[in-house]
């Protein structure tokens, strides 16, 4: 059983930085793509970012384009989320998944997730 616990989450001004980080239990950690989904009230789950098992390759949502990174630390089973220039509507809950394959810059994402960290951008 793989456990995903995300943290970093909080409430910061539009304009704002934060930094997300989930951590997994599994020691094959490498193995696997890692994504960030979000989820506003009332919308469905959506993608944000996804990174390869080896960190070379990543992918984005178009809405975050250029102020989002995703990297990962796999000696420490990490994969972090750096947002800057955050807008109000980056507001919503931040989930950690693992994928089931990322391939041709397309992720599929896997059965487990984290419990989420919330993050919330006023104007």
């Known amino acids: 059983q793989v456990q995903l616990v995300e943290s970093g989450g909080g409430l910061v001004q539009a304009g704002g930085s934060l930094r997300l980080s989930c951590t997994a239990s599994?020691?094959?950690?490498?193995?696997?793509?890692m994504g960030w989904f979000r989820q506003a009230p009332g919308k469905e789950r959506e993608f944000v970012a996804a990174?390869?098992?080896?960190?070379?390759?990543?992918n984005y949502a178009d809405s975050v384009k250029g102020r989002f990174t995703i990297s990962r630390v796999n000696a420490r089973n990490t994969v972090d989320l750096q947002m800057n220039g955050l807008k109000p509507e980056d507001t919503a809950v931040y989930y950690c998944?693992?994928?089931?394959?990322?391939?041709?810059?397309?992720?599929?994402?896997?059965?487990?997730w984290g419990q989420g960290t919330q993050v919330t951008v006023s104007s």
């Open positions: 990174i390869s098992g080896g960190g070379a390759s990543t």
């Open positions: 599994s020691g094959t950690f490498a193995f696997y793509a």
């Open positions: 998944n693992r994928g089931r394959s990322f391939s041709l810059g397309i992720y599929y994402p896997g059965d487990y």
